[in-house]
Every structure is written in C-alpha cells, then in structure tokens.
C-alpha cells in the first residue's frame, strides 16, 4: 500500500510559482501514475495533472495547461508540482493520488491518496 505526504502549499500572490512535493512514504512509485487533484471550498475535486513514473509521460488538464508541469525525482522517490503564473482562481487544497498503470484524470481510478497541503493566492 502506498503512503502519500503533500508538502510546499502556503500563502502567495498572483503571478508567484509555488511547488508542491509528493513523497511516498513506504515504498516506491515504480509501474504507478501520480496525479494531482485540487479541490476549493465549494467545489468538486477536479483533475490537475498526472505523470506516468515509469516513462514520465504526464497528462494536464486544460485549465493548467503552459502554467503547470509535473516531474519526479527518482532518487527522492518524490513527484513534484511546479506552478507558475497562479491565479487567486488556484486557491484550493491539492491533494496527490497514486494509482497502478497509467495516468488518468479520474480521481475514482486512484486508490492512494495524501490528506492534501492548501495553496492560496491572493489578489
């Protein structure tokens, strides 16, 4: 069973960069996909984006697209999320999922999850 912990959310601006942290605590993300999910007060959780660990193909939602990227770091055993250009619109708690074979932008495919780190932006 996979162990996700989320780190790097906190306060910025808009048009700052953030980067969030995934690291599986007991194991290794080999054959699994990763994905991002984020979810602000009142709304459903929605896709983000995802990377394939064993060829780091990643897939993005649209939304994110050119702004955000996704990578992993072998060595740390860690998925990052890097953001850029945020918009107060990206105020949400990000949470990240772990699911065996490829990426896909439904949460219901993702049985590991973190307990999510809050990212706010400001105006």
């Known amino acids: 069973q996979v162990q996700l912990v989320e780190t790097g959310g906190g306060l910025v601006q808009a048009g700052d960069s953030l980067t969030l942290s995934c690291a599986a605590s007991n194991g290794a993300f080999s054959n699994y996909a990763v994905g991002w999910f984020r979810q602000s007060p009142g709304k459903e959780r929605e896709f983000v984006g995802a990377?394939?660990?064993?060829?780091?193909?990643?897939l993005y939602a649209d939304s994110v697209k050119g702004r955000f990227t996704i990578s992993r770091d072998a060595t740390e055993n860690t998925v990052f999320l890097q953001m850029a250009t945020l918009k107060p619109e990206d105020t949400a708690v990000y949470h990240c999922?772990?699911?065996?074979?490829?990426?896909?932008?439904?949460?219901?495919?993702?049985?590991?999850w973190g307990l999510g780190t809050l990212v706010t932006v400001s105006s």
């Open positions: 990377i394939y660990w064993s060829t780091s193909s990643t």
């Open positions: 999922a772990a699911r065996l074979g490829t990426p896909f932008s439904s949460e219901y495919t993702y049985p590991y």
